[in-house]
């Protein structure tokens, strides 16, 4: 088993705040403005309005180690129009429950957001430019195994090497998950509706008896969606797994010494581009899983800015 039992329960507050619904404020329309010009010749309404102001200059953001917090931080100190800025970390759910309160008063706030995630069906969401390129292009989720696994449990390893899927598969378990079903039970319902692609995750394997298997994830309500899923399918076909959230660090650093089989919720190449540098000699990558991620800043279409560039300083 697992040595971060310290870690385990210092993440386990977070999984209860990620898996509440995050508000239930209404997605009305609001005004979808842009930084465009209000009138012809006259000046734009996005430097009319000073929403760093109304925020107090504050981004909402996750976990302190998360790669799109890290890009934030950075973000605040590549753009002069950023100055006195300040990213505020907390955890995926508690982001969750902020953006939702905004929304539903309609009230200015910008947050870390990544897609796939469940916000952007539930309500009208935009990102922003970023032409400094800080946050990167899209991203790769990717699968990570320990050394060895190939041999020791080759039924394991390829199920993990075939497990393939699309952002609105994941978003449709993260949107059951956020309406109230348990992670578990939103994995089931999936897998039973899609039973072509699970099968081809299986195909040329064989069922085993109880074979262990310790899957572990970052506490983001993506990953909880995919890793569930993987670990269902793996139950059905006779292992015995058990899922470890962790934070970022110690994901990889469980991985890559061997101590766990493995995740299916590696960001590459920009959200733990650091953290696979610094293990990827120590454990296997069996490629993408999903396809079209992305990462960056993120705000309800009401307000009144396109780009990052059109923020304002603090006064």
């Not at 955890?91 to 929304?103: D, K, P």
């Not at 109230?180 to 994995?187: D, L, Y």
Request: proline residues 3%; charged residues 25%; hydrophobic residues 35%.
């Amino acid at each position: 088993m697992f040595k971060f039992d310290w870690k385990r329960l210092s993440v386990a507050a977070g999984l209860s705040l990620t898996l509440v619904a995050a508000g239930c404020g209404s997605s009305d329309e609001g005004s979808e403005g842009t930084s465009g010009d209000s009138n012809e010749g006259g000046e734009s309404t996005s430097e009319e309005v000073n929403y760093g102001e109304e925020m107090n200059y504050e981004i909402t953001g996750i976990e302190a180690g998360a790669g799109v917090v890290k890009a934030a931080q950075s973000a605040v100190k590549e753009y002069e129009n950023l100055a006195g800025w300040e990213v505020s970390t907390s955890s995926s759910g508690a982001m969750a429950t902020a953006l939702g309160q905004a929304v539903e008063n309609e009230e200015p706030i910008i947050v870390t957001g990544w897609t796939p995630h469940w916000k952007f069906a539930k309500y009208d969401l935009k990102y922003l430019e970023d032409p400094k390129e800080v946050f990167g292009g899209e991203e790769q989720i990717k699968t990570m195994v320990r050394k060895g696994l190939k041999e020791e449990k080759p039924n394991a390893y390829k199920i993990l090497d075939q497990f393939n899927w699309t952002a609105a598969d994941m978003e449709e378990v993260m949107l059951e998950i956020n309406d109230g079903a348990e992670p578990a039970e939103a994995a089931k319902n999936w897998i039973e509706n899609n039973q072509e692609a699970v099968s081809s995750w299986t195909e040329g394997t064989e069922k085993v008896d109880g074979t262990e298997v310790e899957l572990v994830f970052v506490n983001w309500d993506s990953e909880i969606a995919s890793t569930n899923v993987v670990a269902e399918v793996m139950k059905q076909q006779g292992f015995n797994v058990t899922i470890t959230p962790l934070d970022n660090g110690p994901m990889w650093e469980s991985v890559s010494e061997g101590e766990v089989t493995g995740m299916v919720a590696a960001w590459l190449p920009a959200t733990h581009g650091d953290l696979y540098e610094q293990h990827k000699d120590n454990l296997e990558d069996l490629g993408a899983n999903l396809e079209g991620a992305r990462v960056g800043l993120v705000v309800p279409k009401y307000m009144e800015v396109d780009s990052i560039e059109d923020l304002k300083p603090a006064e």
